[in-house]
């Protein structure tokens, strides 16, 4: 849909679901409200779906200035189902800035509302500018209320993250708290919600158990909860990650290699190999400088008895810049490197432009596999 500050921003197909939700029940408010507008309210209500996400991309722009504020790179701004969420691709530094990268989104919020409840001055409340007005503080109000929830994914549960963070100098202390947080407040609003709707706590008419109403309060509330709940398992999930990302090292998952020409069969390279204890073959030209590097799904794809009459070049991949990794990269910065430049393998060098070995994309995703798998510390 655009592009503000350099970062792309998306609408999920769900975003229209929820549009036309909107538009139904704001539209059948307004028609109790305002009843003289008949058909034209649920224009009203489409402008007013509309104008909620546009507060809500507001929302996720705050969170996308700070981080890039922060010279933390961001993916995308996406709207969808319940909101939006602004895809940092890196953790802060510091647990200040992760509260303040957190709670810059429900501050804007709350200052919309306010924007909004000052516009309500200056029109008529029984008019559409001033229903629409009211609605749009509203929403921004609840909108920052919710997401200062003390539970991941949501904003507060980041905030939280920052506090224990802070207080206990481990950033995996604070996610496995705000996480398990995060699924308490699942479970609270799995049950509490419909129990709200109905008792008519917060001064709405108490529903009846078995009326439609009731039936699709309970419905959010298993969306809202399954939301939550998956996203505080994510949040975990990726803390463990990033805590064993360190363990992933180019060096030490880099297969020896050993240089042949380009025109060495393939039995004569394999065997040289098999002598030197090497796993991997690199083309070099007649300097020595490598050139391609000799693909392992090329070398199983070629039969024994037709080896010797196969030359090594044949089964190569040229080397471009991003296939040319340094042996001291090691965790976020070795898979930066790679998704920047997807291949099946990889030269490593040495700082000094010496051969290192082959690093493979496959043995590096089962590094990945194995370090998510060990429990953390």
Partial sequence: ?????GVPVYVSPSWFLVAALI????????????????PVRYLVSLFFAVAFYASVLVHELAHTIA???FRLPVRRIQLQFFGGVSEIEKESETPGREFVLAFVGPL????????FYL????????SVPGVLLAGLMVSNL????????PGLPLDGGRMLRALVWGITGRPMAGTVAAAWVGRALAVTVLIGLPLITRTG???????DIGGMDTVMDALLAAILAAIIWTGAGNSLRMARLREHLPELRARTLTRRAIPVQSTTPLSEALRRADEAGARALVVVDGLGDPTAIVRETAIASVPAHRRPWVAVSTLAQDLTDGMKVSAELTG???LDCLRTTPASEYLVIEDTGAIYGVLSALDVEKAFVKAMARPHS
């Fill in 142 to 149: 609840l909108v920052a209320a919710f997401n200062l929830l």
């Fill in 108 to 115: 804007l919020s709350l200052a919309l509302a306010g924007i």
């Fill in 67 to 69: 981080a890039l504020r």
């Fill in 332 to 334: 976020e910065a070795l």
């Fill in 201 to 207: 706590v917060l001064g709405n008419p108490p529903r």
């Fill in 23 to 38: 538009t139904w029940v704001f539209g059948d408010q307004l028609d109790r409200i305002l009843p003289g507008l008949g």
């Fill in 1 to 5: 849909m655009g592009r503000p500050f």
């Fill in 119 to 126: 516009g309500m001055d200056a029109v008529d409340p029984a």
